[in-house]
């Protein structure tokens, strides 16, 4: 079924924009709290007094609006740049030509690098209780025996 639905998604000829624009939309949230984050810490360094915005949840008013003042004036500075707009679009653009794979080639591709991750522990602890047991055991006495 999700193959079908990305299968469904590239033939729709979706708008590259409209992928830009939720990507800065989202981009933007992540940064807004980010920097509301930063500026509570610096408030907090400061010794800036907060007003809580909403009572029993810890958001402040002044880091949490500069947050979002800088996130959007970031996302605006972004979409007004040509060549950070261009970039975007082109990324967007080229993400609609990619071919993913199915649900199935995922599983499969998973599962060969786990059991390939497992096989390469076990070699490698193999070599290290080998390399242990030769440094700890047997160098020792065969340089006594010498």
């Not at 807004?32 to 509570?40: C, E, M, P, Y």
């Not at 907060?50 to 810890?58: A, D, F, N, T």
Request: one cysteine or more.
């Amino acid at each position: 079924m999700a193959s079908e639905a990305s299968e469904q998604a590239n033939r729709a000829e979706i708008d590259p924009r409209r992928f830009v624009i939720i990507s800065y939309l989202l981009l933007g949230l992540v940064l807004a709290f980010f920097f509301a984050n930063i500026f509570t810490r610096l408030f907090i360094e400061l010794g800036i007094g907060q007003k809580q915005l909403v009572s029993g949840i810890e958001l402040s008013t002044p880091p949490y609006l500069l947050g979002f003042v800088l996130a959007v004036g970031s996302a605006i500075y972004c979409w007004t740049n040509p060549r950070i707009h261009g970039l975007s679009l082109e990324v967007a653009t080229e993400l609609k030509r990619v071919t993913w794979p199915s649900w199935e080639e995922t599983r499969i591709s998973t599962l060969a690098v786990v059991v390939a991750s497992l096989v390469a522990s076990v070699v490698l602890s193999a070599i290290d209780a080998l390399s242990l047991r030769l440094m700890v055991d047997w160098l020792p006495m065969f340089w006594e025996k010498l």
